[in-house]
């Protein structure tokens, strides 16, 4: 019992105090290091939304130029219908279309007839209702950007463009969609947005409108799609992100503002994956933690190997080598702590033991020492208060 004690003490305890010392270490250490790789991994994210921003930022400044020069387009050749003496022709319409390079120039009349075109086509063809050339002409702007529509009759996609004229003519220019796209599709969002996707498979983008609709994103099938922040609890900022959950992975959410001229024109979000980031994480958590416990298993066991070292070099210190009994040096030390106290002594001396070493060997006297030990022992473990040396 007292020997379990003292291994409690000495061994256990301690030992379980540095197992303890060694999770907590190993804690602190997991967790500083994933704090340490989520804010790179975040600062990253940062840096990478922020010039993706920049980059929309300047793609829809580049459209929004665009426009203004097929606006610029449009206004030249309205002035030289505006300033040609009639009559007008088809032919006249189609000069002036290929000498500013446009494809097509309608013109229409007060009533929004169709009188001429430059290619002969849609004469005397009102569009209906619903059609953006209805309302510019109440609105009383001078000019008016279409968005890319098909033709009636044969579908050919146009990008149009409407200039009001001094006399309440209303002049139509439009460029085929085939050919802006060879001149600026490279310079339009969804394509930008493909080829950042491409450049970085685990992000995800998205660009957002003013009213947070997406017009742009990697994923095609978000087109279209409201986005609305306070649903989703995703504030525009450049400065915040939120971690989430896509598609079972976590992920790194940032929503940022997209401004021109110091105006806002819509916003970008930018989700990057971090299920690469939380794999190697785990990895190295898993290393740190078996390295501690295999240290802490070559600790426990160099430890208990001193230990019992220690015990065996303590025990044959004070005990004799041959009974196994506590010897004279034992002997003394429990004698000095009885000093002042009743205790009886009794010596033992074998009468003819240097003869009976004599006679029969020394194998034989160690013998009857062993057997005579043994005897003391005995009785000593059957009376409380005596003790065998």
Same mark, same amino acid.
């Given at each position: ?21 060694? @999770?907590? @270490? ?55 219908? =505006? ?10 319409? +189609? ?21 001429? $075109?430059?290619?002969? $086509? ?23 950007? =279409? ?63 003013? =009213?947070? +609709? ?23 900022? =450049? +400065? ?23 105006? $806002? ?7 990057? $994956? ?58 003394? +030390? ?29 194998? &034989? ?16 473990? &059957? ?7």
């Amino acid at each position: 019992m007292e020997d379990q004690r003292i291994w409690l003490k000495s061994v256990i305890i301690p030992s379980a105090l540095i197992l303890l010392l060694f @999770v907590a @270490v190993g804690w602190w250490a997991i967790i500083s290091l994933r704090s340490f790789y989520y804010e790179q991994r975040v600062e990253e994210a940062l840096l990478t939304a922020k010039s993706y921003a920049t980059t929309m930022s300047m793609v829809i400044e580049a459209d929004k130029h665009f426009d203004e020069e097929l606006a610029a387009t449009l206004q030249v050749g309205a002035a030289v219908v =505006d300033r040609y003496p009639w009559p007008i022709t088809n032919e006249l319409l +189609q000069g002036i279309a290929k000498d500013v390079m446009l494809d097509i120039i309608y013109l229409y009349d007060e009533n929004l007839v169709v009188t001429h $075109s430059s290619n002969g $086509s849609f004469i005397g063809w009102e569009p209906p209702p619903d059609h953006p050339l209805r309302t510019f002409q109440q609105s009383g702007e001078q000019v008016f950007i =279409d968005e890319i529509r098909a033709e009636v009759d044969t579908g050919i996609l146009y990008k149009y463009a409407y200039r009001r004229t001094a006399d309440g003519k209303i002049i139509q220019g439009g460029l085929k969609a085939e050919k802006i796209e060879g001149r600026f599709g490279h310079l339009k969002p969804q394509h930008i947005i493909e080829v950042l996707a491409q450049h970085t498979p685990m992000t995800r983008l998205a660009l957002l409108d003013k =009213d947070g +609709q997406v017009i742009a994103a990697s994923n095609i099938s978000n087109i279209g799609c409201i986005v609305d922040p306070a649903v989703y609890d995703f504030p525009i900022s =450049d +400065q915040h992100y939120r971690l989430l959950r896509m598609d079972n992975d976590p992920s790194l959410g940032l929503h940022l503002p997209l401004k021109l001229d110091d105006k $806002s024109i819509g916003s970008l979000i930018v989700i990057s $994956s971090l299920k690469r980031l939380n794999m190697l994480i785990h990895t190295i958590s898993v290393v740190i933690t078996l390295t501690l416990l295999v240290f802490y298993g070559f600790f426990f066991y160099s430890f208990s190997r001193v230990y019992r070292l220690n015990i065996r070099i303590a025990h044959h210190a004070n005990h004799d080598v041959l009974t196994g009994l506590p010897n004279l040096r034992h002997y003394y +030390q429990i004698a000095s702590r009885l000093r002042g106290k009743e205790h009886a002594l009794m010596v033992i001396n074998p009468l003819n033991f240097k003869r009976l070493n004599m006679l029969f060997g020394y194998a &034989h006297g160690d013998e009857v020492l062993t057997h005579l030990a043994h005897a003391l022992q005995e009785i000593a473990d &059957h009376n409380e208060g005596i003790t065998a040396f």
